[in-house]
């Protein structure tokens, strides 16, 4: 069974960057397209991001477009999810989740099959 592993998360200043990774030892990813998502306390999980199987599309929500940068290399099979100019509305726990999916251009937030157990990133002074 697939497993993803989320890395990267930490304590990091207004402004700051993190990146994350999801990786899936053992597993080819170039198969599943994958989204990033995250749950801030006290609120629902939202997607932030998704990219297709072959990398080709990506997609971001509103909130991150411009800050937030989802890339994929799978001769590694890891996922990465550059965050710039972070706020404390980023805090959060983020998780990565997988879908086989045929297409190589396709990628969204709905029927991800595999999750990781998240990475907390915490933006405060």
């Known amino acids: 069974q697939l497993q993803l592993v989320e890395s990267g998360g930490g304590l990091v200043q207004p402004g700051g960057s993190l990146r994350l990774s999801c990786a899936a030892p053992g597993f080819t990813l170039a198969y599943y397209f994958i989204a990033w998502f995250r749950q801030a306390p006290g609120k629902e999980r939202e997607g932030v991001s998704c990219i297709s199987n072959s990398g080709g599309s990506t997609n971001y929500v509103d909130s991150v477009k411009g800050r937030f940068t989802i890339s994929r290399d799978n001769a590694k099979n890891t996922v990465y999810l550059q965050m710039n100019s972070l706020s404390p509305e980023d805090t959060a726990v983020y998780y990565c989740?997988?879908?086989?999916?045929?297409?190589?251009?396709?990628?969204?937030?709905?029927?991800?099959?595999?999750w990781g157990k998240g990475t907390l990133v915490t933006v405060s002074s």
């Open positions: 989740a997988a879908r086989r999916y045929a297409s190589s251009t396709y990628c969204g937030y709905y029927g991800l099959d595999y």
